[in-house]
């Protein structure tokens, strides 16, 4: 069975630095990812995702996320973060027919100014 | 071009009364999903429909049904509300069975008392 887990469920990081939120995920075959945001009371949105290819894909907003097989992981980055970034977010995997994904818990990423 | 909607945004039942949850999507996609989303838990997977005409049940279907009407509706249905079916759920929709993610709905927040 296909898992996702974020193993951090706060990060705060400053204005202006580097932001990382981390996911690993465990399938068999080839794993389709994906990272969607969650504004407060707002349901959630895609940011980006990955099929193949390049192992560093770009999203929404600045957003990118690193792909690494050999470590199973999926990081969500941005290289300046914004007060505006704070939000949840959520590390998904879709495996096989029907298109049903998994989700990971969430992470809440704060930045402050 | 609204995308995903759900009805209805907010709703309080008594313990054992029954409703439905509606969700309608205008994007022609073939599959559509409901998940719940409690703290710390993500989102979970509660029933969807690859296409047309078939249903599936997810991860936690036990006191829910569904009806994929047509192409446009999948519809959610308690149909005697317990304490533990207070959460938010979330209708999405997908194309080529989810490849590129999903397209979700603004949920709708249930409190069974």
């Known amino acids: 069975a296909q898992s996702v887990a974020q193993p951090e469920d706060q990060v705060n990081v400053a204005e202006g630095n580097p932001l990382t939120v981390k996911c690993t995920y465990s399938v068999s075959g080839n794993p389709y990812l994906f990272w969607y945001v969650q504004y407060p009371n707002r349901g959630l949105q895609f940011l980006l995702k990955y099929i193949t290819g390049d192992n560093l894909v770009k999203g929404s907003y600045g957003f990118e996320a690193e792909f690494n097989k050999s470590q199973t992981s999926f990081h969500l980055k941005k290289p300046s973060a914004l007060v505006s970034d704070s939000a949840l977010y959520f590390c998904?995997?879709?495996?096989?027919?029907?298109?049903?994904?998994?989700f990971g818990d969430g992470t809440t990423l704060t930045v402050k100014p | 071009n609204a995308g995903v909607t759900q009805t209805p945004k907010f709703q309080v039942l008594k313990t054992g009364q029954s409703m439905t949850l509606q969700c309608a999507q205008d994007?022609?996609?073939?599959?559509m999903y409901w998940y719940r989303q409690d703290p710390g838990m993500g989102l979970r997977l509660i029933y969807y429909?690859?296409?047309?005409?078939?249903?599936d049940k997810g991860e936690v279907p036990n006191g829910y049904n569904v009806s994929r009407l047509n192409k446009r509706e999948f519809s959610l249905r308690l149909e005697s509300a317990a304490p533990s079916q207070t959460s938010v759920y979330f209708c999405a929709s997908s194309e080529y069975q989810g490849a590129y993610g999903y397209t979700f709905g603004s949920g709708t927040r249930l409190t069974v008392v």
């Open positions: 994007m022609n996609h073939n599959s």
């Open positions: 429909s690859a296409s047309e005409g078939t249903t």
């Open positions: 998904a995997v879709r495996q096989g027919g029907a298109g049903k994904s998994t």
